[in-house]
């Protein structure tokens, strides 16, 4: 594999006008390129949903749109914060789990256009899914050049759980922003990394990973330059934890505990970050007794990204890429509860498909054909085992 420089790239002196001129359109062109296969892709993928939810007796948006935690998003969107479900184990669920950013986007968006809940989150997860895919081709163009950056945006679109990108879910936004701010980390540019990893606290819990990929990479270059840095740098760092910390702040506060009302209310909900005790004993559970069939294949999934992660480390990969992908995969891993959800929770750390992209761009390059194969075969199995999660299978996403 090529290994990627483990240094940041700095800020270099603007190219020629001339020089300018010439790679900005190629770039633009390539980046264009990746988006619309990525919107084929997932075109393709809603097109066979849609037929599968018509045979099962469902209407194809509203398993899109108004699905699991959709519902809860839309209810805040609509009448605030503020509300619970009961629940026996292990206590009654709060919408106060849930990040501001979304219901925000969609209030917004039904305020200026005449859509209801559903359709106003769909377009918000579809754009967020295109702007992601742009971020992440021009992180892997710019790490491996252009052909890996296409591959790596056509392998997210065609991940198994990839349905969650076509669907109003919060994973395409929080891998929109994380996707743009580590490119910023990697250009240099502390102020735009710095708010896009903000934004990105404001969309998911585990939004906090595209801040510590900020701050890590931040102290690595005060380091190296013995604190000779600018006061831009500074500022970036700064920012990046503001939108986490400031709603998980808020919540404690809403609740009465400044610090731990936040994790009190995921607890309630079953999730807490427990070192993977607590998924220990669901896998044993599972294996003793047996499961559905999304439960292995979630095992499966979660292993294949632990076993990227040691290729993405092997290839040397820059630390931005490491820590981000190193912190969702360390809270997929530690966290308890929602098992089932654990492959999409790992969606937004895209460059675990770094080691894929890059055999496969070349694959691409010498052998179409093989490469073709490949795509389609990935499809093959992103589209049924896709529609099988939305429609088929109980357990939620």
């Known amino acids: 594999m090529t290994r990627a420089s483990t240094t940041l790239a700095l800020p270099v002196a603007a190219p020629k006008p001339a020089q300018r001129d010439r790679t900005r359109p190629s770039r633009v062109r390539a980046s264009g390129i ?3 296969l990525f919107i084929g892709v997932r075109l393709t993928g809603v097109a066979v949903l849609a037929l599968v939810a018509h045979i099962a007796g469902r209407h194809p948006l509203a398993v899109l749109g108004r699905s699991w935690d959709s519902v809860w998003y839309l209810g805040i969107a609509v009448h605030g914060y503020g509300h619970d479900l009961p629940s026996h184990d292990p206590g009654p669920h709060s919408d106060l789990a849930f990040f501001p950013l979304y219901p925000a986007l969609l209030r917004a968006v039904t305020a200026l256009a005449p859509v209801g809940g559903g359709t106003a989150g769909l377009l918000i997860s579809w754009t967020a899914a295109a702007v992601a895919a742009a971020g992440m081709h021009a992180v892997g163009s710019r790490l491996h050049g252009p052909a890996t950056g296409v591959a790596l945006v056509l392998l997210w679109g065609l991940l198994p759980h990839a349905v969650v990108l076509s669907m109003a879910y919060t994973e395409p936004v929080l891998t929109a922003f994380a996707a743009w701010a580590l490119y910023a980390l990697l250009a240099g540019d502390w102020l735009w990394a710095g708010a896009l990893a903000a934004g990105a606290g404001l969309a998911r819990p585990n939004g906090s990973a595209v801040a510590a990929a900020v701050l890590a990479t931040a102290g690595a270059e005060v380091w190296r330059r013995r604190g000779k840095v600018s006061h831009r740098l500074w500022t970036g760092a700064a920012l990046a934890p503001l939108g986490w910390t400031a709603y998980v702040l808020w919540v404690g506060r809403r609740k009465g505990d400044l610090l731990g009302g936040y994790f009190e209310v995921q607890r309630r909900w079953g999730s807490t970050f427990d070192f993977g005790r607590g998924s220990l004993r669901f896998l044993r559970a599972m294996l003793l007794h ?26 040397r990969a820059p630390l931005p890429l490491l820590v981000f992908s190193g912190m969702l995969l360390l809270i997929a891993l530690g966290g308890s509860g929602f ?13 675990l498909l770094l080691p894929l992209a890059q055999p496969l761009a070349r694959t691409a390059k010498a052998r179409p054909w093989h490469a073709t194969v490949v795509i389609a075969t990935l499809a093959g199995l992103s589209y049924v085992y896709g529609a099988y999660l939305v429609v088929y299978a109980q357990a939620p996403l």
């Open 290 to 315: 047996g499961s559905q069939f999304v439960f292995p294949m979630a095992l499966v999934l979660v292993a294949a990204a632990t076993v990227l992660y040691a290729l993405l480390l092997l290839d």
């Open 34 to 36: 990746a988006v619309g």
């Open 339 to 351: 098992f089932e959800s654990k492959p999409r929770f790992l969606l937004p750390a895209f460059p």
